[in-house]
């Protein structure tokens, strides 16, 4: 059997799709690194909505696909920007995620951390971005979830400069009752964060991010680097204090990173972790018994994928997301939250089936196959 992908020019290719998946099941938890994958949401695709109104969320497919990643021994990270906070899931939206995904975790068991944004304002001053932030954080901690503290867009726009960021997460974190995990997401995943922590020079604002750490260390469980920077963030998880973990969010370096080198490691936060869960569990259980190279074997394949799905504009790889996760037959269908399964082309999709289907990533690959068949077919492309 055969398949008929466009590429970037117009042309048509063959392609021959695999036949077997690889073999990926549960093992034993992870005992070297902590890994979380940021987990998509799954819309309801016979809600009459459009673009601009409120999420409407398939939820018992939203959170089977959480209790998937579960069971394969990740950590769910919760309502970040994989979920399309801030690109069509409003603070509503989120926090019943939210809720329902904590209490999911809870009856199974399940590891999740969650969003604390100030996407319930559009704008406002520092004080008024504290109180949203801080709306958000008692709702994480009443679910009995870990809170991460992303980068919020109000507070770029809000701080005249780095003491406005040290104020804020300094209150943060001083009435924090747990470690928080805090979330850097650079410029080319939200273009409205640029010169986050008060600088567009990052050296600058990476002295600020670190005085926020240092001045209330036993207040931080880790950081989420998200800058695609793998030498950058080695740099400066080198300098976090004792104790504070380094999470990537780098989905184009995430083997190398993980992987580490004689002065350390850094753990994982990965939207690109939710196509690749079972994979890249079993890479790391490899990884747990020591053998490094064993796991970029299993690894290293698949970051031509991340690559792709996450090249620029960055912040439309939830499309790609959304898309492997259809044909992989987490849900029926490719529709989005806000309609974003119009955010990337046909060739951009083909060409994500082909390097997932070459991984073995489809648990059904003849299902994949016949999906992205039906798909082109759609747009005119005859098998």
């Not at 409120?54 to 939820?59: G, K, L, M």
């Not at 053998?291 to 690894?299: M, Q």
């Not at 489809?362 to 016949?370: M, T, V």
């Amino acid at each position: 059997m055969t398949i008929r992908l466009p590429g970037v020019g117009g042309e048509l290719r063959t392609y021959v799709p695999r036949t077997e998946p690889l073999a990926l099941t549960a093992g034993a938890p992870f005992t070297s690194r902590t890994v979380f994958s940021a987990a998509h949401v799954v819309a309801d695709p016979y809600a009459d909505t459009t673009p601009d109104s409120p999420a409407a969320v398939d939820w018992d497919a939203t959170l089977a696909f959480r209790r998937h990643l579960w069971s394969h021994g990740l950590g769910v990270a919760e309502a970040m920007d994989t979920a399309q906070r801030g690109m069509g899931l409003d603070w509503a939206g989120a926090a019943e995620l939210i809720r329902r995904s904590a209490a999911e975790a809870k009856a199974v068991g399940g590891r999740i951390a969650c969003g604390v944004c100030t996407d319930q304002i559009a704008g406002g001053t520092p004080a008024e971005v504290r109180a949203a932030y801080e709306e958000q954080l008692a709702l994480v901690e009443e679910s009995g979830a870990q809170a991460i503290l992303m980068a919020s867009r109000a507070l770029a726009a809000a701080a005249s400069g780095p003491e406005d960021y040290l104020e804020v997460y300094g209150h943060l974190l001083r009435q924090a009752t747990e470690p928080v995990i805090l979330h850097w997401l650079g410029p080319m995943f939200d273009p409205a964060l640029a010169g986050y922590w008060g600088s567009s020079d990052l050296d600058a604002a990476t002295d600020t991010f670190l005085e926020v750490i240092a001045a209330h260390p036993d207040k931080v469980d880790g950081i989420k680097i998200s800058l695609l920077d793998a030498q950058r963030e080695v740099e400066l998880r080198r300098r976090l204090p004792q104790g504070v973990r380094c999470y990537t969010g780098d989905d184009f370096n995430y083997p190398e990173l993980i992987a580490g080198d004689e002065k350390g490691f850094s753990h994982a936060l990965l939207g690109i972790f939710d196509p690749l869960g079972p994979l890249a569990a079993q890479a790391v259980r490899v990884l747990d018994t020591g053998d490094v190279k064993g796991f970029r074997e299993l690894l290293d394949p698949t970051v031509d994928l991340s690559r792709h799905l996450f090249r620029p504009p960055t912040r439309f790889y939830k499309t790609g997301v959304v898309f492997l996760a259809w044909l992989a037959g987490h849900q029926d269908h490719f529709t989005m939250v806000g309609g974003l399964q119009s955010a990337r082309s046909l060739p951009h999709v083909a060409k994500a089936y082909e390097l997932a289907d070459g991984l073995g990533l489809f648990p059904k690959p003849e299902l994949a196959e016949a999906r992205m068949k039906t798909l082109l077919s759609l747009y005119g492309v005859d098998q």
